[in-house]
């Protein structure tokens, strides 16, 4: 069973090459984010607004690359939260072809809950808890 309830498609840019001719290590983390911000809104816990009114910043990253992601090659980000803590959270990442499913690159994250106003990390809020169980456990 596929654990992963939330793709989000990438498309390679030849901007995102490196001399080499594949996508620049560095890339992985834009695409990562780039899915991050589109699970959020689709679980609906951020309308699209200012990112100061949605406090997540990340902590911690770490990505295990598998094979090289070549221009042309379809992508698509799985994305999946695995433990919601007090104040932070865990997110695990596959960065795979779209078609075959061939695994680029594995990752995973800690985010934390901000409030900038304040300047100091919160309590993971109430509905993103509740609102991020459910969707999760919609696979099981």
Known sequence: MNPYRFYYPIEVRYGDLDPQGHVNNAKFLTY????????????????????????????????????????????????RTTRIGN??????????????????????SIGVAYDYALGQSIAIPDNWRATITTYE????
Not at 63 to 77: R, T
Not at 88 to 105: C, G, K, P, W
Not at 137 to 140: D, I, Q, W
């Open 137 to 140: 456990n919609e696979l099981s």
């Open 87 to 108: 104040k932070s959270l865990n997110m695990d990442y596959s960065i795979e072809h779209s078609q075959t499913r061939v695994v680029f690159a594995k990752a995973s």
């Open 32 to 79: 990562m984010e780039q899915a991050r911000v589109a699970y959020v809104k689709e679980l609906g816990l951020w309308n699209g607004g200012s990112f100061l009114g949605f406090g997540l910043i990340v902590a911690e990253i770490r990505i295990s690359y598998h094979k090289p992601v070549l221009f042309g090659d379809p992508i698509k980000v799985g994305l």
